[in-house]
T-cell receptor, first 113, second 114 residues
Framework: DGGITQSPKYLFRKEGQNVTLSCEQN?????MYWYRQDPGQGLRLIYY???????QKGDIAEGYSVSREKKESFPLTVTSAQKNPTAFYLC????????????FGQGTRLTVV | KQEVTQIPAALSVPEGENLVLNCSFT??????LQWFRQDPGKGLTSLLL?????REQTSGRLNASLDKSSGRSTLYIAASQPGDSATYLC?????????????FGGGTRVLVKP
């Protein structure tokens, strides 16, 4: 099965903890993205990567970090500096180029306890 | 500022009626527009991708049109079914945006009543 796999589906974080969300794709896509979804606010871009070992900040990168050591993997770390991390996190991938379709994973719901 | 808007935020129709979902965007310089479906608590499923050079795209009961000059796209779903109940999101790749990122509208939540 080709697609994007996010894990875990649910994640609970204590105050002051860092947590890492996993995103793996087997679509051989060059570009990968992390979005955050909050009720009533739509999806907002956190980080993106267009090639291995390179990534760029999106619109709301503060309090987050990423790495892109392998083409198929783009993990997102939510650090303790992120003051309001409770949200639904979505990973996406696409081929490079202007007119390529984006595909999304099933999401990770992160809750601060 | 490059923005995408979807109105209305929610829509309820009886089964069998055609659905018309609207999406507007502020900058006509786009690479493409994509329509997604999202079920509660789930990820996004791609429905249709319309490239900037296209006027419409069709898949089964779904048809999406694109009018760049007016900054609008419309998703038509023919003969709606209860299984079409979901949130529908449109997203645009603006030419001026870095990284081919998608800019999303807020979505339209659709309920099809049996």
């Amino acid at each position: 099965d080709g697609g994007i796999t996010q894990s875990p589906k649910y994640l609970f974080r204590k105050e002051g903890q860092n947590v890492t969300l996993s995103c793996e794709q087997n679509l051989n896509h060059d570009a990968m993205y992390w979005y955050r979804q909050d009720p009533g606010q739509g999806l907002r871009l956190i980080y993106y990567s267009q090639i291995v070992n390179d990534f760029q900040k999106g619109d709301i990168a503060e309090g987050y970090s990423v790495s892109r050591e392998k083409k198929e993997s783009f993990p997102l770390t939510v650090t303790s500096a992120q003051k309001n991390p409770t949200a639904f996190y979505l990973c996406a991938s696409s081929n490079q180029g202007m007119n390529t379709e984006a595909f999304f994973g099933q999401g990770t719901r992160l809750t601060v306890v | 500022k490059q923005e995408v808007t979807q109105i209305p935020a929610a829509l309820s129709v009886p089964e069998g009626e055609n659905l018309v979902l609207n999406c507007s965007f502020t900058d006509s310089a786009i690479y493409n527009l994509q329509w997604f479906r999202q079920d509660p608590g789930k990820g996004l499923t791609s429905l249709l991708l319309i490239q900037s050079s296209q006027r419409e795209q069709t898949s089964g009961r779904l048809n999406a049109s694109l009018d760049k000059s007016s900054g609008r796209s419309t998703l038509y779903i023919a003969a709606s079914q209860p299984g079409d109940s979901a949130t529908y999101l449109c997203a645009v790749v603006f030419k001026k945006a870095a990284g081919n990122k998608l800019t999303f509208g807020g979505g339209t939540r659709v309920l099809v009543k049996p």
